[in-house]
């Protein structure tokens, strides 16, 4: 009687399950010893997509007979490097900056909009573990989002250092010229290192939130309100990807920027 009393409690569970919801990425398996997440996994997919877009424009390039579209990407990568170019007032530092500021967006912006191809957080891949999602989003990974802001930190600081001067840079820190400057430096240095939380987890707070509110949505009500709530994720993913790029344009534009300014 027990048996069938706990079967029975077991199907029970099983029917009412809530949807798959982990804040670390889920572990796959273990390539050389190096630890094959879900997450790393759909890393490199996003990688491939955009090495395959980059191949195949850049073989539709045509100087003498451009075509509509690629007149359409010319203006929109003209309009950027002017907005860059407002912000540097300086072109060598527009142009040395442009591919970075661009490949950031464009790898965090595909990431978070390859959420939502069929398959990704429901094909499953049965390990160790248990079963776990073969693909996840990108961004819904800490590690992602720390490792992106740790390049985009160390290119604020190196900037900052080559173009001012290594003591030139470091007085906006550590300034011992009035109990006021020292003060204020302190706060800056602060600031400074927030950063790295600032960028990290503001990405990953918004696209975890996203993705658990969608799972949540669809276990509870599927047939209506998923779409729109999609429809506004993927606007929050291109949002996103904008900041990124943009606050890493402004910090860079301020760490060259003297402290009396």
């Known amino acids: 009687m027990s048996e069938s009393i706990s079967q029975h409690t077991n199907t029970v569970a099983e029917h009412v399950a809530g949807p798959h919801i982990a804040i670390a990425a889920e572990k796959l398996g273990e390539f050389f010893g190096i630890t094959i997440s879900n997450t790393l996994l759909m890393s490199w ?30 203006m929109l990568f003209e309009f950027i490097l002017d907005f860059i170019d407002e912000v540097f007032e300086n072109r060598k530092m527009t142009i040395a900056f442009f591919p970075l500021l661009v490949t ?20 499953t891949f049965e390990t160790i573990n248990g079963i776990q999602p073969l693909l996840r989003s990108v961004n819904t990974d800490l590690n992602v989002t720390i490792a992106l802001a740790l390049i985009v930190f160390v290119v604020i600081e190196w900037t900052g250092i080559k173009r001012l001067g290594f003591f030139q840079y470091g007085k906006k820190f550590i300034n011992f010229s009035s109990p006021l400057n020292f003060f204020i430096g302190l706060i800056e240095l602060v600031s400074e290192i927030a950063k790295l939380i600032s960028f990290s987890f503001r990405l990953f707070g918004n696209i975890f939130a996203g993705e658990v509110l969608i799972a949540v949505t669809v276990f509870f009500i599927p047939f209506f ?37």
Not at 45 to 74: C, D, T, W, Y
Not at 104 to 123: D, M
């Open 45 to 74: 997919f996003v990688m491939a997509i955009l090495i395959v877009i980059a191949i195949v424009v850049n073989r539709l390039i045509s100087e003498k007979n451009p075509g509509k579209l690629q007149m359409f990407f010319e």
């Open 104 to 123: 950031v967006f464009l790898f965090i912006w595909l990431s978070n909009w390859t959420e939502f191809l069929p398959g990704v957080s429901s094909i």
């Open 225 to 261: 309100l998923p779409v729109p709530l999609m429809m506004f994720e993927l606007f929050v993913g291109f949002i996103q990807a904008a900041v990124f790029s943009l606050l890493t344009l402004f910090f860079v534009k301020i760490a060259i920027t003297k402290s009396e300014h």
